[in-house]
């Protein structure tokens, strides 16, 4: 009977997920050589080809795609079981960023799990625009920073997943007929507010801003009281608001694509205790 090797399993995937043996040898902490290596020896145990080797890029092959979930579960099961019976040594501390947008769905979701598994382990979370957490001045006072991008590239580092931007609103009220358009939205340098001014400006629609807040809570708070509708990543969505419908008329609201979420960190230079939650954030969004 011949054993995975759980290197070579991690490397796979990791690779498939980013589409770059150099992106995935950068987030494992490896070289490019040894990732590579790990990926050979793992297609020699398996017998078969798990990747369609182009000159710029790499594909899944068909037994690539059958492997991967498998592979992914396999980790999945692996790293639990080291966790069962690492909680109690693990121990540091922990300072992570998050977007202000993800602060009310994250929070009780992951952190307050991760903090409950691991009480040795002193984390702090600070919730700001994305764009002030991955700026030169600030990046760098973060062990990890859940980081939220405009383009969308499956070679991104760190990548965890797309998320899909939708209109909402209160279930009570409807606003989105209205000239011009309400709007409740976070302040210049947010994301969201950023693709739906622009998504707006370029059917020729007309809008104004009713309501500024920083924070999903108080956007949530001026919807539910019918002040204006606003943007939000489909997974954030809090079960008191609806979820509108976009159109390609003039007066309907335009489709805004979606948004990449990716966690970066320097993974050559990570804790144990970093790792850890980087495993807990990624498992809760994919």
């Not at 979701?109 to 764009?131: H, Q, T």
């Amino acid at each position: 009977m011949r054993n995975l090797p759980i290197d070579a399993l991690r490397a796979f995937v990791v690779t498939a997920e980013l589409g770059s043996v150099t992106a995935a040898a950068e987030q494992l902490g490896r070289s490019q050589p040894a990732t590579s290596l790990q990926i050979k020896k793992l297609e020699d145990v398996l017998g078969t080809e798990l990747f369609l080797r182009m000159k710029r890029s790499l594909r899944l092959s068909s037994d690539g795609r059958s492997a991967f979930d498998q592979a992914r579960e396999i980790l999945s099961l692996n790293d639990k079981l080291v966790a069962d019976f690492s909680r109690a040594e693990l121990a540091g501390q922990i300072r992570l960023g998050i977007p202000s947008e993800f602060a009310t769905t994250l929070l009780p979701k992951i952190i307050g799990r991760f903090a409950s598994a691991y009480p040795n382990v002193a984390l702090e979370v600070v919730s700001d625009l994305c764009s002030k957490l991955l700026s030169p001045e600030h990046r760098s006072q973060y062990d990890l920073v859940l980081a939220l991008h405009d383009e969308q590239s499956s070679k991104r580092r760190g990548l965890i997943r797309s998320d899909e931007l939708v209109w909402v609103g209160s279930a009570e009220h409807e606003l989105q007929k209205q000239t011009p358009l309400p709007l409740v939205l976070a302040q210049d340098g947010c994301l969201y507010r950023k693709r739906t001014l622009h998504g707006l400006n370029k059917i020729g629609r007309a809008w104004r801003i009713v309501h500024t807040n920083p924070d999903l809570s108080g956007i949530e708070a001026a919807l539910q009281e019918g002040l204006g509708i606003t943007v939000l990543a489909r997974s954030t969505v809090p079960a008191s608001l609806k979820i509108l419908a976009s159109g390609s008329a003039k007066d309907s609201l335009p489709a805004l694509g979606a948004i990449d979420i990716s966690l970066q960190y320097k993974k050559s230079g990570a804790s144990q205790a970093t790792e850890r939650l980087a495993e807990f954030i990624r498992a809760s969004l994919v």
